[in-house]
């Protein structure tokens, strides 16, 4: 019989409905590492990287190849220009916040505030949330790779983040409300919180149309802030913008 991954029994206790029972009765540290063990074992870490937090094409990532697509980008900034403070604004299972917090860890410097409203495909403006945070421990979960101490995450709305913390910011990347009121928001919000050359991305700047009952509007977004902003690129077939703040 062809020997089945975690992932393989982790959706099957979840389509039961068990999984959370479970989690809750092994003791979160002696759970640590040790049922992703085999996984790590036999994957590299990006591939690994990939499996775990759930890089998609959307990233333009390689699971074959452990090519980890946009994930490269934001490794690449950070480990160049050493932030202090990152903010990561949604993501279905971790990936860029991850990549994020990697690079954090790396530099051994930095830290990443991870905010994710924790919506599932029947809330209306989900925008690709499965639920995911609400089902899981976060912090378990970026506890592979020890990258628990690295990033912190808030299950909450950017809108309520927003109100309850005041951090100031050296990198911050934008993947979570895709309407245009929802990313006008995080822009307007957290623009001011970016430090002078700072740095702000933003994630499917050219996707058009619905997304369920919900239309993508960073498009738009991305079309104004083009001409404000002096310096802005874009990688890709648009799927991803940065523009720094340098007034
Ligand atoms: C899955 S990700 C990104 C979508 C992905 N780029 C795609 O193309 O499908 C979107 C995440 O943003 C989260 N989200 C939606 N609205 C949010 C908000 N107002 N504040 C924080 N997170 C939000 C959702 O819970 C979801 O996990």
Not at 123 to 139: D, E, I, Y
């Amino acid at each position: 019989m062809q020997k089945k991954s975690f992932y393989f029994y982790e959706r099957w206790l979840n389509s039961l409905g068990l999984f959370d029972i479970l989690k809750k009765i092994i003791d979160a540290k002696w759970i640590k590492h040790s049922h992703y063990k085999s996984d790590l074992y036999k994957y590299s870490t990006s591939q690994f990287l990939i499996r775990h937090f759930f890089g998609y094409n959307g990233h333009q990532v390689n699971h074959n190849t452990g090519n980890l697509g946009f994930g490269f980008l934001h490794y690449a900034f950070i480990i160049a220009s050493r932030p202090e403070r990152i903010l990561c604004i949604g993501s279905e299972q971790g990936f860029i916040p991850a990549i994020c917090a990697l690079a954090c860890k790396d530099n051994n410097k930095g830290h990443v505030d991870f905010v994710d409203a924790g919506k599932t495909s029947k809330n209306k403006n989900h925008w690709g949330g499965t639920g995911f945070w609400k089902k899981n421990n976060p912090q378990l979960h970026f506890s592979v790779l020890e990258l628990e101490n690295w990033i912190t995450p808030y299950i909450m709305t950017s809108k309520q983040f927003a109100k309850k913390y005041q951090y100031k910011y050296e990198y911050i990347f934008i993947d979570g409300d895709h309407s245009y009121p929802g990313v006008k928001f995080d822009y307007e919000t957290f623009w001011p919180r970016l430090a002078t050359d700072g740095m702000m991305g933003f994630h499917d700047i050219s996707l058009k149309g619905l997304n369920g009952q919900d239309e993508y509007g960073v498009w738009k977004m991305w079309k104004e802030l083009n001409k404000k902003h002096k310096l802005s690129f874009e990688y890709l077939d648009n799927s991803v913008g940065f523009i720094q703040k340098n007034e």
